[in-house]
């Protein structure tokens, strides 16, 4: 007999990674879509007629959307500002959330919504598209296997040329330019992959210190007048350095979500997600076979799934794990606090 489907609240349509979760439904037999939120009625009509969803599934009210259809889960696609609200509410129904990164504009709300989850008893998982990379979990898999030594510089490149350039959604803009509502600009969109990476191959040891600048490339450009369109990033750990490259300014046609291991006796890289490669005598370039994910972990409404009916535990310091991303979180602030004070931020300690 077939395991009776999972039920999934959205809450939010404002965060452009919507529609990739929205279009994955259509394909599944195992989840059910049983309510969608968002307090701007405007975008129920535009969302209802682009993925073909029942509009009798909408609301404007989101604790009335949760006490109605009672989801198991909720996938949230709002600013990340909302986070907290969002599992603040849902911790009071008992019900778990998988939100888009980053987990937080900053470590206060990163620590309620910890304190949340705990007296809930929910599950907080943060999803990010390199957490299905069969190329970053191969060099994973080879890093713990010992095959380059210990790591001592992890290099992470993400971006691309820029919101507004790449046509996001005009609700998505809104939001991604805000200070408040997106805790900065190309530093949280996308340094948060790279501390997100770097927390995991690191086994979630928490890095000495922070050092880090952020700039603004378009001054021309009233549009991010706000925030950072450049993130450069130095995290020390002992004997390990990670530098993370955050941009909102990679000329075309680059758009990268790529990294760089280094270890004692070799070198991995991963120029795409499917392609992984290993270098360990300077000259011979190896392609390393990439394995098929797990079930449960091949994308993220599996892993939710599983999670949420129990049949697969998160590490700690899991690419998806709330732990994880509390250390990001504390990454991404110390950089924000080194950028403004020119200074080395000291971290140290789990």
């Not at 969109?189 to 927390?199: E, Q, R, S, V």
Request: proline fraction near 4%.
């Amino acid at each position: 007999m077939p395991a009776e489907r999972l039920r999934i609240g959205i809450v939010g349509l404002v965060h452009g990674h919507v529609g990739g979760f929205l279009n994955e439904f259509r394909t599944r037999d195992d989840i059910a879509i049983v309510g969608v939120y968002d307090a701007n009625a405007s975008l129920h009509g535009k969302y209802a007629d682009r993925y073909t969803i029942d509009p009798a599934l909408f609301y404007t009210d989101l604790e009335r959307m949760l006490v109605d259809t009672k989801p198991e889960a909720v996938t949230v696609f709002t600013t990340t500002f909302d986070h907290l609200a969002v599992v603040e509410l849902c911790a009071k129904y008992g019900i778990d959330v998988m939100m888009e990164k980053p987990l937080a504009v900053n470590m206060a709300h990163a620590e309620a919504m910890a304190r949340a989850a705990a007296a809930g008893g929910i599950e907080v998982l943060v999803n990010y598209e390199t957490t299905w990379y069969r190329s970053n979990n191969a060099i994973k898999e080879r890093v713990d296997a010992g095959e380059i030594g210990r790591i001592r510089k992890v290099v992470i490149h993400d971006g691309h040329r820029g919101p507004q350039e790449m046509g996001v959604d005009p609700e998505f803009l809104d939001w991604l330019v805000d200070p408040v509502q997106n805790g900065g600009g190309a530093l949280t969109d996308f340094g948060c992959y790279g501390a997100n990476l770097l927390t995991w191959l690191m086994n979630g040891e928490a890095p000495k210190s922070v050092f880090a600048t952020l700039q603004q490339f378009k001054t021309d450009n009233p549009v991010y007048a706000g925030v950072d369109d450049e993130a450069n990033i130095l995290v020390e750990y002992d004997g390990t350095v990670g530098v993370i490259q955050a941009s909102w300014n990679w000329p075309l046609p680059v758009n990268r979500k790529d990294m760089e291991v280094y270890g004692e006796t070799g070198q991995m890289l991963t120029p795409h997600a499917g392609q992984a490669l290993l270098q360990k005598d300077g000259k011979t370039t190896e392609e390393m076979a990439l394995t098929e994910l797990a079930p449960a972990r091949r994308d993220p409404l599996s892993l939710l799934a599983a999670v949420v009916r129990g049949t697969l535990t998160l590490e700690p310091h899991d690419l998806s794990s709330l732990e994880n991303n509390l250390m990001v979180t504390r990454i991404l602030d110390a950089a924000r606090e080194s950028a403004r004070t020119g200074r080395r931020v000291m971290v140290g300690g789990n």
